[in-house]
């Protein structure tokens, strides 16, 4: 494995993404989507409701780590949503590249640019990262950028209705989008880029790298619901499980990625 040939390999994929208008577009449009809906949605009809109740959110005291009884109906009810939406904003960027990874392996073979990536003097480690980690670059940028936005106005609509800053757990996203996404993300491209090299059609890749996603979707319906929240402890032991599977899959994925056969089968 050679950093200068996965940095070739990464600004061979990063110019092929640059050209396509619509995948650019997509990872660009859905996170900065989810930093205005949310907001919109959640944040500012709270905000502005002074009529809310402790009714309404007693329940939520006891499973958010940084609530107090003390605080407003309002406040808690909104540390609850921006601490509920983290689990989509960690997903972002495993979703987002997956039509970039999964025709990283059968468009270039369908272009007949694959082959001379094959028989060029690098490593199967070389290929799978520099491709992983150009998928996974530009929607984690995307992704930081949304969760930023999502920080300010959130601090300006509260600051504006409520006349008091509340911003989402710092330290709680920091966690989920600063090593909870980028794993989760390299974890479902490494996947989608070892079943692209096995199967000849884009969308089976893409709909198989999509059931890694379930168990993410799982924990955001159920904080929603507010049977259970993520804390600092728990993102960080997913990650590190996360980092495991990582470092399997790359494992796996150089063992199952076999440049002879994917020149040869592939006709």
Do not use: C
């Not at 989810?34 to 309404?56: C, L, W």
């Not at 379930?214 to 507010?226: A, C, D, H, L, N």
């Not at 993520?230 to 063992?255: E, F, H, M, Q, W």
């Amino acid at each position: 494995m050679t950093y200068s040939k996965i940095m070739t390999i990464m600004e061979k994929e990063f110019d092929e993404i640059m050209k396509n208008k619509m995948i650019m577009g997509s990872i660009l449009l859905l996170p900065l989507l989810f930093s205005i809906i949310v907001p919109a949605a959640m944040i500012a009809p709270i905000a502005f409701d002074p009529t809310i109740s402790q009714t309404d959110t007693s329940k939520f005291v006891g499973i958010l780590p940084n609530v107090v009884s003390s605080d407003s109906p309002q406040v808690i009810l909104i540390k609850f949503f921006t601490a509920a939406v983290l689990p989509l904003f960690m997903m972002l960027p495993a979703m987002l590249p997956a039509v970039i990874s999964a025709y990283s392996i059968i468009g270039e073979k369908r272009n007949r640019t694959l082959e001379p990536l094959l028989a060029a003097p690098v490593t199967e480690y070389d290929i799978m990262i520099g491709k992983t980690l150009s998928a996974i670059i530009p929607a984690l940028l995307a992704t930081w950028i949304a969760a930023l936005l999502l920080f300010g106005s959130t601090a300006l609509i509260t600051s504006v209705a409520m006349h008091v800053i509340i911003t989402p757990d710092p330290v709680l996203w920091a966690a989920g989008m600063l090593i909870t996404a980028p794993a989760l993300s390299f974890l479902a491209i490494m996947f989608t880029i070892i079943v692209s090299s096995r199967v000849n059609d884009p969308r089976v890749a893409q709909q198989l790298s999509a059931l890694l996603i379930v168990p993410i979707m799982g924990v955001f319906f159920f904080e929603v619901s507010g049977m259970f929240m993520l804390d600092v402890r728990t993102v960080v032991i997913l990650s590190v499980l996360l980092i495991a599977l990582d470092a399997l899959a790359l494992r796996v994925g150089k063992a199952l990625f076999e440049r002879e056969e994917i020149l040869t089968r592939w006709k």
